[in-house]
Each structure stands twice: as C-alpha cells, then as structure tokens.
C-alpha cells in the first residue's frame, strides 16, 4: 500500500494531543471525527490520538479521516487494566485496590496495531465483567510495538499516589517500565481540579526512576463551551437527570491549544510538552488497507493435490453441465433458448479466466459450499439478487438461479478486472434457517475466525431532542411538542435539527422567543450524530483466514454473539471477507405456505419450476393485488400495476426500476405515461 503519511516536523512548542475520546467511547464523549479533523486543522496542529474507553470502534476511520486532512493520526485506546486474573469474575478486592485501571496504548507501528487488536479482543472475549479488561499476563505477552501512558488518576500509579501510597505507586510503575521498557512508558500529567499535588507527586516520582512524563489533557468535548453537553450526555448514558444545582464549573477536558498547554506545563515542565510530540515521532503506523491487503480465507480442498483453482473449475465444469440438461436442452426443444450453447460455453471460459485472474476462486467456493449445506438441509435459499446475477459461474455453481444470458444481464457488473473490488454476493435465507447456516459456517471456518458485524446507533434529530428534554428533567409534553416539529425522514435521510430550523417556521420562533426551547435544541445539537450504542449488523458475516484477533478487533455483543470492533465499511478498508446471509420471511412464508398445500391438498408446487408469465398471477398485479408484496405494496405502486396491466415479469421489473423518487413528484415513471 503506498504511504499516504508524510514527514511531519514539530517546533519548538508544538503540542500532540495523546488522550482523546471520540463519541466511540459511547455516551462519554461529544467529539466526531470529522469535526475533530476540522478543529485540530484550525488549531495547526499535526498530529493527534484516538484513545477510546476499551474499544478500537473508530480507529479506521479516524485514521483516515485524519490523514484526509493532513493530520498525523496515532491510533491507540484506553485499555482497562486488571490487576489478577482477567478471567476473574468476582468484585472482592485487596484494600486500597481498585478492580481495574486506565492504562493508555498506543501503536508505533503495524505490530504495535496487531497488538492493540489483540488486547482490545481479549479485553471483550476473557476479560468482559463490566468494563473489558487486560491484565499484567496479556500485557507481557503482547506489547511489542506500543507506547504506554499511566492513565493519569485514574491509572494504577496515579491512584496510589492520589491516596499518598508511594510505596505501592513506585511498585507498579517498576512492573510497567519492565514490561514496555523506559523509552516506550511516560508518567501522564494532566490539569485536573485539584490535579497539582498529583502532577508534582508524579514529577517527583519519574524523576527518581528516571521515567519521562507527557501532558496530556484527556479530551472528551472539542470546544469548552460544550461542557454541560458532555455532562448531558453522561446522564442520558447513566438515565439520570441533570439537577438544578450541579452546573459544571470544571471545563477543562476540551481540546486544547498548543499555547493553552505550554501556558499550564511550560514553564516547569516543558518536557512533558515536548514528549507528546516525541511520542508522535515514534507513531508511524499506517493501517494497511486497500485491495493488497486482502485477508481471503482458505477453502479446504477435499480432493488431494488439487489446486483451489482447478477444483473450482472441476466444480464449474460439472454444474454447467448439469445445467446444460435440465435447463438450457430442454429449451432448445422447445425453442425458447435465446442464446446458443456455444456462446454459453465461451462465456463460462472468459468469466473463469477472469475469477482466476482476480484472485477469486476460493471465495466462490466459500460460497458455494454454504449454499449448498442450506439447500442439502432444506433450507430455503433465494434466486438471488444483485450484480452477482450476472455471473454464469455463479448459476452454474447454483449460487444464483437466474440465467444471466437469457436476461442478458453483464458479468461485468459483478466483477471487472479494470475495477479491482472484492465481489459482493447477497444470499437470501429463509429467516429460521439463516442461524443454522451461520452456524454450519463458523464450525466449517472455526469459532475464532467468524464473527458478525458490529453497527452503531446514533442520536437522531427527534431523538437527541427527547434525550436531551429527558435528562434535563422537562415537561414530557412540551419536549415532544418540539420534537414532533422535527420532519421525518425524506427518502429515507434523516432530516437534522439545522435543516428543521431552517424550514419549520414554528420550530424557528419558539428556538427565538422560549429560552427553555433554545436551551434544549442548542444542547440536541452538539449531541446530534453521536454514537449512542452498539447493535448487530442484520445480514453481515465476516469470515477470516486465521484468528481475528489476530487481524481485527472484536468484541461480545449483549446476546454473547462474537462481532467485530469494526463497523461493514471498515471491515471492508482492512480487507476482510465479509458475506451476507439476510434472513427473509417472504422465503419463509413460501415454504410454509407450499408445506401447508402437500400436506392438507397432496399438492406438490416446485416454484421455481412457475412460469414467469403465468397469466392468473400476472392478473393480480394488473388488479392491483399487492397487499404485503415487496416494492409492489404502496398505493402508487399499485395503482400503476393497474394502470399498465403487466404480463409477465421483466413487465414488473421494468415497473420496478422505473416507479423511483424522480423529478416529478409521481417518479420517473409519468414521463411514459
């Protein structure tokens, strides 16, 4: 991958940013990577962390939206450090103890990242009881590439020197120095409320042990004026409301200037200045990303000494064959065959050259091998959908079921050697079968190397509005009153509480004249967009070549499902393999409903075997009977059926593409009609 990271060369007081939160670190933090990327460019300066509270959520796109902007992105997180086991679940600790830790990593290079990745998935995997831990026998094992910060206060020997233990302080930064080593550990310093017999304290002990300290000023909203709305947003995670009486008086973890820092540190500590952009120095990761970096698992070949692509030609050649009897002969009879068998066979031949050439074999076997594990055990599977209906490999492999040259749909769709892309194959499973395959994958695969796919839950308009009235304690009518002012969604985009303000004139003069509705809108705004929580990715599987973790981060979803730390889009950056399995109820409803007529009617309907013009089910669309038929079920659309009488089904596809949100107001569709 070419480096997309320049040199950077600090002055004299330039100041690094080494402890900052995004809205990863869910429900602690108001600060979003794009207008972080924003602020760090109006402040100059040229490097910045990302140390988010026990996960790697962000760190693809913060390193890409930084470098995007010129910014040296140093990816980190800040792990929770058990002391013990971190398989112990009990809360029994020794006296002066606490059950865990803040202990701040950050990766110097791609080792230092597959670390990071590692302990950030042990973390969630062997140590989850509450908080994801570590302990000192991971750290051991894995620090190799990393820099770490002490955590300040609320790390190990911050909070020893806090109770004035210096004993016990002196202790653990001995067994954290020999673990990282004295050139890759610094004793963290930060301006707190009553923080300045801590920063002296902790000077006092780095310079008895000869360890450096950094500044640091652990960084949780971008501007200070956005305080309270950080305050908000911990009581909307903690469902709590903000009393009258606790206004935030301390403002201090914004993100500060370079200037701001020298003015606190400068003048007796200037070399905790200084080592922030050392550290920065050290951090030259760049996450590989990219079409080189593919992460492909290995199909395991049941035929010895046959290679991955001539077992998937061997497989090819038979299911072409098969193919060529029950489907493409019998047409020839009957005359309906639009193309000859020659130029499916010459098209077989260029889609092979071309899957092989790509790299790809082995995923078209990944794929159909739990295709063909669903169909073996009944399970329904769709036709297909998508590009991937172009490909005749993928029919004769009966990954789809659609005839890409009867319907002349283009391969060049689903793959292209000219745009070199991962292929992208959604499958279509009958929704209480989707689990049973999934599961066949992961066994196939192994337990470690399958996850599903983490998504983030962010804090819509109407939603940041109803959050924000809550936690402020406000009248639950008059908080939805301004809500309910907010638009839905237009074609499926959110509409913001900017655009509202914009538009709704009513939503604009009660923001002007009422100073509780201006309060609430202007604290919905800066929390607007924010992560709120974690959820499962409804289709995404990602299926890797080795262990995950040692490639990506994962973590435990709250029904114990293994997901990654990724969100799709990242996952895909990184190179992994992510399939589809959608769970569809309408396969499941046709498979009852075909169960439901052999065993009261002794009927026996092979669906797939109907004509694409049958003319009884053709005049339910021309009547316009599409009660509860995907994209078929609106009224517009059903008066359209009604209006163009469709007879068979490239009518209704053509119906399909044509009846979209267009120039007019009724689609695309009025200017032929």
């Known amino acids: ?43 100059e300066q040229k490097a910045c962390a990302i140390t988010d509270y026990g996960n790697m959520y962000g760190a693809v796109s913060f390193f890409n939206v930084m470098a995007s902007n010129g910014i040296r992105p140093i990816i980190g997180y800040e792990a929770f450090l058990r002391y013990g086991s971190r398989f112990d679940r009990t809360t029994a600790i020794e006296a002066g103890e606490k059950g865990y830790y803040s202990l701040l990593l950050l990766a110097k290079d791609v080792e230092g990242y597959q670390n990071l990745a590692f302990l950030a998935s042990k973390a969630f995997t062997e140590g989850l009881h509450y908080k994801p831990r570590i302990d000192m026998e991971l750290l051991a094992e894995r620090n190799g590439g990393l820099i770490a910060l002490s955590g300040g206060q609320a790390g190990p020997i911050g909070h020893f020197l806090s109770n004035h233990d210096e004993s016990n302080a002196a202790d653990r930064l001995g067994e954290l120095t020999e673990i990282f080593g004295k050139n890759s550990f610094f004793l963290e310093i930060q301006d707190t409320v009553d923080g300045e017999k801590l920063v002296r304290d902790t000077a006092e002990l780095g310079k008895n042990s000869g360890v450096q300290l950094v500044a640091t000023n652990d960084v949780h909203y971008l501007n200070q004026e956005d305080a309270r709305a950080q305050q908000l947003l911990m009581c909307i995670g903690e469902g709590r409301t903000l009393s009258s009486n606790s206004d935030f008086t301390d403002a201090r973890r914004y993100l500060r200037s370079a200037e701001e820092m020298w003015d606190i540190f400068g003048s007796e500590l200037p070399e905790s200045l200084a080592n922030t952009c050392r550290i920065a120095e050290m951090c030259e990761l760049e996450i590989p990303q990219g079409d080189d970096v593919r992460q492909l698992p290995s199909f395991p070949i049941p035929v010895p000494d046959l290679s991955t692509d001539d077992y998937f030609e061997q497989v090819l050649r038979k299911g072409f064959e098969e193919r060529r009897s029950e489907e493409w002969e019998p047409r020839i009879a009957n005359d309906t065959l639009v193309h000859s068998l020659d ?50 490999a993928a029919y004769c492999m009966r990954i789809t079921d659609v005839d890409p040259l009867q319907y002349e749909l283009l391969f060049e769709r689903f793959l292209n050697p000219e745009r070199i892309s991962m292929p992208d194959i959604d499958i279509d499973f009958c929704i209480r079968g989707r689990g049973d395959v999934i599961r066949h994958v992961t066994e196939f695969y192994g337990q470690e190397s399958v996850c599903q796919i983490v998504t983030f839950g962010t804090m819509a308009s109407r939603a940041a509005i109803k959050d924000v009235g809550r936690a402020l304690g406000m009248d639950f009518g008059a908080v939805e ?118 065993d009261r009617l002794s009927v026996e309907i092979d669906w797939t ?55 007019l107001d009724g689609g695309m569709i009025d200017d032929f009609i």
């Open 343 to 392: 130029e499916y066979s010459e098209r077989l031949d260029i889609e092979i050259a071309t899957i092989k050439k790509m790299g790809f074999p082995g995923y078209f076997l990944i794929v159909w091998d739990f295709i063909k594990y669903a169909r073996d055990q009944g399970i329904p599977v769709g036709p297909g959908r998508g590009s991937a209906a172009g490909s005749l």
């Open 609 to 663: 075997k109907i004509p694409n013009n049958d003319e009884r089910t053709m005049q339910l669309f021309a009547d316009g009977r599409t009660e509860a038929i995907f994209q078929f079920e609106s009224s517009g659309m059903a008066d359209m059926c009604r209006r163009l009488r469709p007879k068979e089904l490239e009518d209704l596809s053509a119906l399909n593409a044509l009846y979209r949100p267009g120039p």
């Open 1 to 43: 991958m070419a480096s997309t990271l320049g040199p950077v060369v600090f002055g004299a007081r330039d100041f690094v940013h080494l402890h900052v939160h995004t809205d990863y670190s869910l429900l602690q933090s108001t600060v979003q990577l794009k207008p972080l990327a924003k602020r760090l460019v109006e402040l």
């Open 481 to 598: 009153k301004v809500a309910k002012l907010i638009p839905p969604p237009i074609r499926g985009r959110n509409v913001s509480i900017s655009q509202a303000l914009e538009t709704v004139p009513e939503l604009a003069e009660m923001f002007k004249k009422d100073a509780k509705v201006k309060e609430l809108v202007d604290l919905a705004l800066k929390l607007e967009g924010c992560s709120r929580h974690t959820s499962v990715h409804a289709a995404g599987v990602v299926i890797s070549p080795k262990p995950l973790h040692e490639l990506v981060p994962v973590a435990m979803s709250g029904k114990d499902e293994l997901t990654s730390q990724y969100p799709m889009g990242d996952l895909e950056k990184v190179g992994m393999l992510k399939m589809d399995f959608l769970g569809l109820t309408t396969l499941t409803i046709i498979a009852d409903t075909l169960a439901s007529m052999k």
